[in-house]
């Protein structure tokens, strides 16, 4: 069973647009809103030590409130191709399901917004405002070049949006079950502990960096960040790798390294934990001449509350699948840490079952109810 959003999404994922690759994806979606009477803008970023990063900008419409949708057309690497059922690129429709990297996550979003602006403009529909899409090509890489360069260009420029949904895979065991109304913010640090180099059988010689290092872990796996809040679970610390390098049993290591990442609320910001994390790294290294940190803040937690937005979005779930979705935060980061700070945001796609995997697929029946929903949420919006 076919569609325009299935047939959307085989022409999307049969781009290989592996970040931070194009490889005509955005060509194409051009060329088809294009035909809807969109104005499009190109928008290639870059910055020294970073690749050249395209994106697309495209509205309907000029004045009135403006309703976006916010995606990405860069896929992960297809990782071992060998253990693919069929090509990670050939968009193969076998027994009701669509395979292809990048099918869920997220191209077959796009495919499902575009294909409810395509049906809803073929019956003579247009909005009472404007509609636009943001549309980068590097969220599944340093997120540099993309969203966060396209909206500050914009901006400048003296666009502004309303809303904005973002059509990342949020739901879990059907489509409509859940919206992300915000997402956890997202830190990794990087600690390296001094000590002084000597033999095992001198102790008193030497200065054991990894025993530091292990006491400034313990204050951090201790730590009692928050107890979360209304809309969030409690921000948790994970240590991720450890690393001595050390050649042989009887060296007492004089430089040992860490690394951790953490998921926090909307009580916290970057700046506020890493203040706090430099007093627990601190206490535990005895002086913070013992250690040198570096901190990564990939975006501070948001929250839509819920609201107009989100009372639309969960209108289309319940009058389009017959059930009331949950509202979350739970998962990872999106572009929508920088759309937030310029419009509300909710995260609302397909299943999230099989992004990043080997076979990565979708059902069509889920495409196609995306799709309604979608329209359903357009047709809504702009009714009041």
């Not at 990794?188 to 290092?213: C, E, F, S």
């Not at 430089?255 to 910001?269: G, I, M, P, V």
């Not at 206490?283 to 501070?300: F, P, R, S, V």
Request: proline share 4%; glycine share 10%; net charge negative.
């Amino acid at each position: 069973m076919s569609s325009k959003a299935v047939e959307i999404a085989q022409a999307l994922i049969r781009c290989p647009s592996v970040t931070p690759l194009e490889a005509g994806a955005l060509d194409y979606l051009q060329s088809v809103l294009d035909g809807l009477g969109f104005t499009c803008q190109r928008l290639p970023f870059t910055q020294e030590g970073t690749d050249p990063v395209d994106n697309l900008y495209a509205r309907y419409g000029t004045s009135g409130k403006n309703l976006c949708f916010a995606g990405h057309t860069d896929v992960v690497p297809v990782g071992q191709v060998d253990r693919w059922k069929f090509d990670p690129f050939g968009a193969v429709i076998e027994d009701g399901v669509l395979y292809g990297r990048g099918v869920s996550d997220m191209k077959g979003g796009i495919a499902c917004w575009v294909a409810a602006l395509v049906d809803l403009f073929e019956s003579g529909w247009r909005p009472s405002g404007s509609l636009s899409l943001l549309i980068t090509g590097d969220e599944e890489g340093p997120s540099i070049n993309g969203t966060v360069k396209m909206l500050s260009h914009l901006s400048d420029k003296g666009e502004t949006w309303d809303a904005c949904i973002t059509g990342e895979p949020t739901c879990d065991q059907t489509i409509g079950d859940v919206i992300k109304i915000g997402r956890r913010g997202c830190l990794d640090g990087h600690i390296v502990a001094y000590g002084k180099q000597g033999h095992t059988g001198y102790p008193h010689m030497a200065d054991n960096a990894a025993h530091r290092l292990l006491a400034m872990l313990q204050g951090l796996v201790a730590w009692q960040i928050d107890a979360g809040t209304d809309y969030f679970d409690p921000s948790n610390l994970a240590v991720s790798t450890m690393d001595i390098g050390n050649p042989a049993v009887n060296i007492i290591p004089g430089q040992a390294k860490a690394s951790f990442n953490l998921r926090y609320t909307n009580l916290h910001t970057g700046e506020s934990l890493e203040k706090n994390i430099r007093e627990v790294l601190t206490k535990g290294a005895g002086g913070a001449e013992h250690y040198t940190l570096e901190i990564h803040n990939q975006g501070n937690a948001f929250l839509t509350e819920p609201g107009t937005l989100t009372q639309v979005v969960a209108k289309a779930c319940e009058e389009v699948c017959a059930l009331t979705p949950k509202f979350s935060t739970s998962g990872g980061t999106s572009d929508s840490r920088f759309i937030s700070n310029y419009c509300q945001v909710v995260d609302f796609g397909l299943r999230n079952h099989t992004i990043h995997q080997v076979n990565e697929s979708a059902p069509v029946a889920d495409i196609n109810r995306l799709t309604q929903v979608y329209k359903r949420i357009i047709e809504t919006y702009f009714a009041g």
